[in-house]
């Protein structure tokens, strides 16, 4: 049986370098992709395993053509690569929410566009992490929760057209991760400064954050279910990657009116 290639975008830290590692763990041939490869330091050395590092730009339509171009084969694709954004829409400026949206959303797009073909000829499948941020929408989260929800709502529709040329299509929903993640999420001095009308609120939000990435899962614990979706004999659409990320989305999934996720997240801010 031949080794079996995945790229995983994203891969310098948190649970694009955790499942990187995993599945070269696993036996896979693993084109891990940054879009600065300055930043992988010893990280694969120091894990013990062996990976095909790779420069990738997730919103750079010509980097992402020159990194697939150079694959000759590829079963499976992760798309991890995304960044964090907290904000509100009367204190930032819609190039603010573009910005995030060209990460998190059009950069899914580009690389899966460029994967499809590869994918197609093996009979693959893509995995793209969203959150639970996807299905619930969160104070201060906008246009993170925007980008996440846009990435859910095309997948879940791309996942029956692709699956009749069987390559299967999933979203992986973590709720609060350990990992630089949060340190990136553009929470700083600025963001608290420039709160206006909105200061007591986004206190409120901090604090209520803080103590929920107190208890965070590990970037290791997402990317043990990242694998065992990519050996899946018959992979779900939706894989939530613990207890609480379940409950959570659950509040949603069966929230007909709204009104249990509205007293659910009025609770952040009070």
Request: proline letters at 3%.
């Amino acid at each position: 049986m031949s080794v079996k290639t995945v790229l995983v975008t994203g891969t310098s830290s948190g649970i694009g370098l955790a499942t990187a590692v995993a599945a070269a763990r696993s036996g896979w041939h693993v084109v891990a992709t940054m879009r600065d490869t300055a930043k992988a330091g010893t990280l694969a050395d120091d894990a013990g395993v062996s990976l095909d590092l790779r420069a990738l730009d997730v919103t750079d339509p010509a980097s992402v053509e020159a990194c697939l171009n150079g694959l000759d084969q590829l079963d499976a694709l992760v798309n991890n690569a995304g960044a964090g954004h907290v904000g509100t829409l009367e204190q930032e400026t819609i190039d603010d929410v573009r910005a995030v949206m060209e990460v998190n959303f059009f950069g899914v797009l580009h690389v899966t566009r460029a994967a499809l073909p590869l994918l197609r000829a093996s009979k693959g499948r893509v995995v793209t992490v969203t959150s639970v941020g996807g299905v619930v929408g969160q104070p201060f989260n906008e246009a993170y929760c925007a980008a996440k929800s846009a990435v859910e709502g095309f997948m879940e529709s791309l996942a029956p057209v692709t699956a009749t040329t069987g390559v299967s299509v999933s979203v992986v929903e973590p709720g609060a991760v350990a990992s630089e993640f949060v340190s990136n999420a553009s929470i700083d001095d600025k963001v608290q400064d420039n709160a206006g009308p909105y200061a007591p609120a986004l206190a409120a939000y901090l604090e209520r954050t803080r103590n929920a990435f107190a208890n965070a899962q590990s970037p290791h614990d997402v990317a043990v279910r990242l694998v065992d979706l990519l050996a899946a004999e018959q992979p779900a659409f939706r894989v939530l990657t613990s207890n609480a990320a379940r409950a959570f989305a659950g509040t949603k999934l069966k929230d007909l009116d709204g009104s249990a996720v509205q007293k659910l997240t009025e609770a952040w801010v009070a």
